[in-house]
């Protein structure tokens, strides 16, 4: 029964070696060889009518002088980072200073949030704006560059439900009109994207994670768990509105970190992987995690005997997150585009938008999870997946360095021994 039992595990063991393997191939080659070029040149010739030379200025921003029929204008090319990917923008100015278009070059955001900001016309709001001041972003509070009741005209509102893309876009066109000002315009003007901004939703994550590690080592709190999980649910799910994602930890690997002037995303990553480092707890997907919570408050509050699942059932259950998300991995690598990577139930459940696949989806885990505690947490959730095997591979790399200290530790003090009574 045992040669069984290891064989079974075995299998298991090289199923997850050749995802782990051929997704981070996968990614390697994706984001290193696989990056579309993109023929700048071509691109201003189909949004500048009438074009009579195209002259590249030399500097470290790409940036381009464009003469057409009685008219000039710049272009100039910037990035920051969104919600799981770098934007770049090509912003073309007239000779006035004057904002002519935006253009997003490249992404990978989420299509069913950046398409926000086609449909609702964001980018058409860039159209005359001057250089000769920020262009400041409307309705994002706790957000640098955010408008806070400035008296100027030189703002755009931000998209609602897609603020985060909506700034990226916001500061990526403003480092490009800040170069093109001080280039060409003789303005200078202090950029407002390169401001800290700590607002209330960054300070309750702050708190939230803080009560989570003391819940995680004084086990007398537990007894207050079902309200703490109304907090989590009000809190992380309904009023900060910040998950840790697939398309986060993706952003991570990839090196698509936003600048620190971003807080509320360096607290949650800080907050769920760092205390796996530093105390080689899971504190995230047990005390911080919205949608976890929704699932265990919904199995208590229900009261229904647990259905019994099998431990083969369990076993072949427990392969579908890393199957799962290595599938996403690979389409992603295929099309181009890790947006694959967001199938999880997060933006359906608490911002009220998601793709058809995951509403349809939605509802039967709610239902499952009234029965078996959290059911999505335990087989498809890839974030519980990924800091889990983060958390055992932290645990079991300090017990080995442990067993070498102590080897070395009492080899060194039995020589001394020896040494002394010699």
Known sequence: MKKVERKKRDIKSYYLMALFFTAIAAII????????TIDYPALIKQN??????????????????????GKRYYAVCDSAVGYQSRIETMTILTDKGLVEKVIVTRHAETPVFFDRLYSQKFFDQFKSLSLSEPIY????????GFLDGRQTENFIDRVTGSTVSSHAVAEAVNKG?????????????????????????????IVVFLIALIATFIKKISRFRIWWLLIIIGVMGFFVKE???????????????????????????????????????NIYCTWVCPFGAVQEFLNKA????SLGISPQVTRILKLAAPTILWIAIMLGTWVGDYGTL?????????????????????????????????????????????????????????????????????????????????
């Open 243 to 281: 998950f840790v994602t697939a398309n986060n930890l993706f952003s991570i690997v990839t090196l698509q970190i936003p600048r620190l002037t971003n807080l509320g995303w360096y607290v949650i990553m800080v907050g769920s992987l760092g205390f796996v480092v530093l105390f080689g707890k």
């Open 177 to 205: 009109t800040l170069y093109i000002a001080s280039q060409f315009f003789d303005k200078q003007w202090t950029n407002p994207y390169d401001i800290y901004q700590l607002n209330s939703k960054t300070l309750a994550m």
């Open 302 to 305: 229900a009261g229904f005997k």
């Open 137 to 144: 972003l409307g309705g994002a509070y706790g957000y640098s």
């Open 48 to 69: 500048v009518p009438g074009i009579t030379s195209i002259e590249k200025i030399v500097g470290t921003i790409r940036a381009y002088k464009i003469d057409a029929v």
């Open 29 to 36: 080659y994706g984001t290193c060889f696989a990056e579309k």
């Open 342 to 422: 967001d199938y999880q139930p997060f933006s359906a459940f608490f911002l009220f938008k998601a793709v058809w696949v995951m509403w349809l989806m939605l509802p039967i885990f709610i239902f499952i999870s009234l029965f078996i505690n959290r059911f999505y947490c335990q087989f498809f959730c890839p974030v519980g997946f990924i800091l889990n095997l983060l958390n055992r591979w932290r645990n079991n790399g300090v017990r080995v360095w442990n067993q070498i200290w102590n080897r070395l530790w009492n080899g060194i003090w039995n020589q001394r021994c020896k040494t002394n009574k010699g």
